[in-house]
C-alpha cells in the first residue's frame, strides 16, 4: 500500500519538475528567436515581431529597453573588532565579505566559469549557443547548463539586491519573474554591461553578489561558511562544491544536502575536465573525496549572541553606542541597516588579555552554574580615556534555555540604556562623594567626627545650595566597636556610618549627590541622585551601575578629570574611510587638589584591608543590608576597576549561611569576598604595565600624639633634681642627648 500513495507523489514531481523545465525552455526559445533576429539583421528588431505575444508589456522595440545597468554595491556583513584587530563578531542580513579579483583563487573561477558559462570569455554578455542548448535541454528534461550567461547572472542578482536595498518587494519580484520580458532585459543589460566592463570585472562582480546559501552570500563569505578560510586559499574540491551551489543555493546546500551537493560538485568537476581545466589525476583525486569529510564550517550567528568567548555584553554595549549616534544616520532604523549592509568596520577598547583575566576571575570565584546562584562582575576603564578595557560577569551571554537556565541577555555592569538593569546599592563605595565635600569646603582628614549618638532630628542636614530641601529624622547604625568620635581618616578606614552622618551634617549635604554626578554616579535614568534618602550617602537604595563606579573612581585617579565611558575608537566604511574617530570625552569635574586628597585617603584606606596588590592602589569596599550586594571599588592610576557580588534577579537577597564553590560562608564582606575577586583580577590586569604611585598631599593636620603615660620607675625618676653639670643627673645614661630636660618619652 506503501507503494501505491508513493508512486502518484513522485509521479506529480516529476510532471512538476517537466512543467518547470518546459516553460523555462519555452522562454530561452522565444529570446533565442528574439536575439536571432537580432543579430541577422544587424539592426534593432521590434520586440513584438520577434517574440510574438509572449510580451505582454513594456517598450515596443529592443533598443528602447535601457542598457546602462546601475550598479549598487552589495550589501555586506559588517565587523566588530577588540583593540587588537581580532574579530569579535559579525552583523549582517546578508552575509557577504567583497573581496578583489586577485583574493579569489584561479580554480574558483575556472570552476564557475566551466559549469555556469563555458563560453564566458567568448561572447558578450549573451550567447545564443547556450540559449539553444538550454532550449532544447529544457523541453527534452536534462539540463545540466542554464541559458543565462555569468553576465546575465550578474545582472539579475544585481537587480534583486537594488530591490532588496530599496526594501521594494515589487522590484524583486520583477528580477526574478518568469518571463521573456525579464530574460530580454537582462540580455540587454548584459550587453551594456560587456561594453564597459572587463571580462574579470564581471566574474568577480558575479563572485560577490551570487547566493552561495540561504544567507551566504558571496565566495568569500561562501569560504569562511563552509571552510573556515578564505576564498583566495580554496583548493579543487572545495572550489567545485562552491561553485555547484550557485544553481540552487538551498538544494545544494552541503551542510544541509550533503549527498545532493557532492552530486553537484561531481557535475562541476567533470566540466572542468571537458573544458581542460584540471587533468584526469586532479578529477579523480577531486571526485574521490567526499564533501563531508572536508567541510569545517564556521558556525558563529551574526550578532551579539556569536561574540567571541564571554565579549557578548561588551558587544551589547557597544552596539548601543553605536545605534543612539546620530553619526550613522537620523533614525535608529537607518542605522540598524547601516549595520547591516554597508561593511563597516567598529574598532573597540575592550582588551582580551584583561577580558579574559575578568572572566576567569569571576567565573573561578563564582563558576557559571554554582549552585549559590550568586553573581559576580567585572569591569575596568582607563582613568585617561574612559576606554572600557574589561567587562564580564559568571553568566554565559543568551537567553536561558532548558540546558542552561543561568544564561542572561542582561549586562549586569550596566544601566538598561546600554542592555544592562537598574543597577545594584552600592554600600560604602558611596562615602567618598562625603569625603570629597569634605574637602571641597576645606576640612581634614585628621579632624574629628562622630559620637556616641545615631539618631540625627529633623533638620540635622542643611543645604545651602537648595534653601527648600527638608528632611525628617534618621538614623545609622553600626557594627559593635565603631562608637565614639574619631578622624575623618579613620572613618573611612573603618568605614564608620555615623562618622560619614557626622561629616554630612557638617557641610552642605546636596553638594555630595552632586560630586557623585560630576564623577559619573547617576541612576538609571541619567539624573543625579536624590539627596531626601539620608542613607543615600552610606549606600541607600538607589541602584547604581558598577560601570558608573569604576568611572567615578577613575576620576579620582585622573586628577579629577572624568572621561566619558566608551567601547568604540573608530568605526570606518567598507573603503577603510572613518566615520567616526573616537577621542577621550573629558571634562575637570572635580578640582585636582580635592582628587588627590581623596586619592591618598584611598591609599591608606586599602592599606588597612586584608588584600594585597603588588602596588600602590586606593580603594573602598562596600557591603549592604544582610550582605546583599558586596563591592570593591579602586584604581592604579592607570586603571579604575569595580568588582560586584550579588544576586542580579534579587538584589535584596542575603548572602549569608551557604555554600558558594564549594565554600560555606555565614557571610561575605567587601574585604573579605569580593576584595580578592578585585585583587586577583587587577594583579594579572597590570602585569607588564608602569609602576606608578599615587602621590601623597596634604590631608589636613596631624594632631599632636598624646602623651605616653610615665611608670612609676620613670616618674621616680623625674623627681630627681638634675645638674648642670654634663651629661650628669636624668641624662647621664642618655649620651646622645642635650642639656636641658629633654626626656625620651616626649
Known sequence: MVENSEQPRAKRAARSMTIIQFSEGIIAFLVLAALIGVLAAGFLLPVVGAAGAAVKAGPASFDEIPSDLELVTPAEESRMLDADGNEITRFYSQRRIIVASDQIAQVMKDAIVSVEDRRFYEHHGVDPDGLARAAINNL????????????????????????IQAGDQDLIDEAQEQSTERKLREVRYAMGLEARMTKDEILTGYLNIAPFGPTVYGV??????????????????????????????????????????QERRDVVLRSMLDEDKITRDEYNEAKAMNVV?????????????????????????????????????????????????????????????????AWNTVTGTVPVMDESGVNTAIVSVVPQTGQIVAMAQNTNFGPPTEAEPRNSEVNFNVYQNR?????????????????????????????????????????????????????????????????????????????????????????????IFQRAAEAGVVDVDGNALSPNNPSQMIGGDTGVSPLAMATAYATIANNGIRCQATALTEVSDRDGNPIKTYTPNCTQAWDTK????????????????????????????GTTDDNANTWMVGFVPQLATAAWVGTAQNSSRPIQNMWINGQYYDSIYGGTFVGPIWTTYMEEAITGTEVINIPDVWIGNKPLPLPVPKTEEEKKESDQTPTNQGNQGNNQNNPGQGTGGEQDDD
Open 293 to 357: 569529510d572536508y567541510l569545517k564550517p564556521d558556525n558563529r550567528t551574526e550578532g551579539c549572541i556569536g561574540a567571541t568567548g564571554s565579549m557578548g555584553y561588551f558587544c551589547t554595549y557597544a552596539l548601543e553606542e553605536l545605534l543612539s549616534d546620530p553619526a550613522y544616520g537620523e533614525t535608529r532604523a537607518e542605522r540598524l541597516h547601516l549595520l547591516e549592509t554597508g561593511g563597516l568596520v567598529i574598532r573597540t577598547t575592550i582588551k582580551p588579555k584583561l577580558q579574559a583575566d
Open 220 to 261: 568569500e563569505a561562501a569560504a569562511r561558511q563552509y571552510f573556515s578560510q578564505s576564498a583566495s586559499d580554496l583548493s579543487l574540491a572545495q572550489a567545485a562544491l562552491l561553485a555547484g551551489i550557485t544553481n540552487s543555493p538551498v538544494e545544494y546546500n552541503p551542510l544541509v544536502n550533503p549527498e545532493k551537493a
Open 594 to 621: 580635592v582628587a588627590n586628597q581623596v586619592a591618598t585617603v584611598l591609599k591608606q584606606v586599602a592599606n588597612s584591608y586584608d588584600v594585597y596588590l603588588s602596588r600602590q592602589f586606593g580603594a573602598k569596599t
Open 140 to 163: 527534452g528534461g536534462n539540463a545540466t547548463q542554464g541559458a543565462s550567461t555569468i553576465t546575465q547572472q550578474y545582472v539579475k542578482n544585481m537587480l534583486v539586491e537594488r530591490g
Open 419 to 511: 542592555g544592562g538593569g537598574t543597577g545594584f546599592q552600592p554600600g560604602s563605595t558611596m562615602k567618598v562623594f562625603t569625603l570629597a565635600q569634605w574637602f571641597k569646603e576645606g576640612k581634614g582628614a585628621y579632624d574629628s567626627v562622630g559620637s556616641n549618638n545615631r539618631d540625627y532630628p529633623a533638620g540635622s542636614l542643611k543645604c545651602p545650595s537648595n534653601p527648600d530641601f527638608y528632611t525628617g529624622d534618621f538614623r545609622f547604625d553600626d557594627l559593635a566597636g565603631k562608637d565614639g568620635p574619631h578622624s575623618v581618616l579613620d572613618t573611612m578606614k573603618l568605614s564608620i556610618n555615623q562618622g560619614i552622618a557626622s561629616m554630612a551634617s557638617q557641610v552642605d549635604y546636596c553638594q
